[in-house]
């Protein structure tokens, strides 16, 4: 295959994965090459979906008695990685709400205590939307 042929072939992959991802509810990202990270909207409806996702995980694995919440996402990156990984910085704080005491939903709408604790936090995120897979890799504050 010469090199005019591989190009195209190569271009007309991209094409069609970017399709894929669209078509998936994906969120855009700034092209790049597959082993870097590409900027994403952080108001991104899925992006903020996933990030609740991570903070729904981090509450679980906490020894924290208290229940902490998604106060904002600063910034989401993507890559193409057998799926989507995201990588999301996201600001999250204390509730006034206990972790006996409330559901998960309801810990996303608890008030953030007066005083508690703020963090800065990266969480990554694996999603395969086919295969309706998601997965929080890491999360550190």
């Given at each position: 295959m010469n090199a005019s042929r591989s190009f195209k072939a190569l271009a007309l992959a991209g094409a069609c994965g970017a399709g894929l991802a669209l078509a998936l509810g994906a969120?855009?990202?700034?092209?790049?090459?597959s082993d870097a990270w590409s900027q994403v909207d952080p108001a991104d409806d899925h992006v903020q979906e996933l990030a609740r996702f991570a903070m729904d995980y981090f509450n679980q694995r906490s020894n924290d008695s208290m229940?902490?919440?998604?106060?904002?996402v600063l910034d989401a990156r993507t890559r193409v990685l057998a799926g989507i990984a995201y990588?999301?910085?996201?600001l999250e704080g204390e509730t006034e709400c206990g972790k006996n005491t409330t559901t998960k939903e309801e810990s996303r709408r608890c008030p953030l205590k007066e005083g508690g604790t703020r963090r800065r936090c990266t969480a990554e995120v694996w999603e395969r939307s086919w295969e309706n897979f998601t997965e929080v890799?890491?999360?550190d504050c």
């Open positions: 969120p855009q990202a700034q092209a790049g090459p229940q902490h919440r998604l106060i904002k990588k999301i910085d996201l890799r890491s999360f």
